[in-house]
């Protein structure tokens, strides 16, 4: 299992973070996958009701949604109305950022990519989008 230590402050439902840092290691491009099972259940599948939060993150490229009743997941939005693209959710203490139910991933050794911070979930998240994981 990767993992990125802590940042200052946890991504709070009406915040408005600055952009999440760089990978763990800057020197080469981190490549992403996604692994083969589903594992985490959507946030409508969560049955939460209406978002109480909303902020923006990865420099206003993507919206995040929180909710009071379970701060414990994140869906993930392109700007506009469409559907999430993904969502943020903790997996034991850690937050791994999940497409379609599936974590992403180091794609060169299938070890899941977790975080302290779920702003910098929210970033591994926005780069599988970029390597068009979903």
Avoid: K
Wanted: glycine share 12%; net charge negative.
């Amino acid at each position: 299992m990767h993992q990125r230590p802590a940042a200052s402050a946890p991504l709070q439902p009406g915040s408005a973070p600055a952009a999440a840092g760089a990978t763990a290691d800057d020197s080469a491009p981190l490549r992403l996958a996604l692994a083969a099972e589903r594992t985490s259940l959507s946030p409508p599948g969560r049955s939460l009701g209406a978002p109480t939060g909303t902020c923006s993150a990865e420099g206003g490229v993507l919206l995040v949604e929180g909710w009071e009743a379970d701060p414990s997941v994140f869906a993930v939005h392109r700007p506009g109305d469409g559907p999430a693209v993904g969502w943020v959710a903790t997996v034991g203490d850690d937050g791994g950022a999940f497409i379609d139910g599936r974590m992403v991933i180091d794609a060169a050794d299938g070890e899941p990519w977790l975080s302290q911070d779920a702003l910098y979930a929210v970033s591994l998240l926005r780069m599988a989008l970029d390597q068009n994981l979903a």
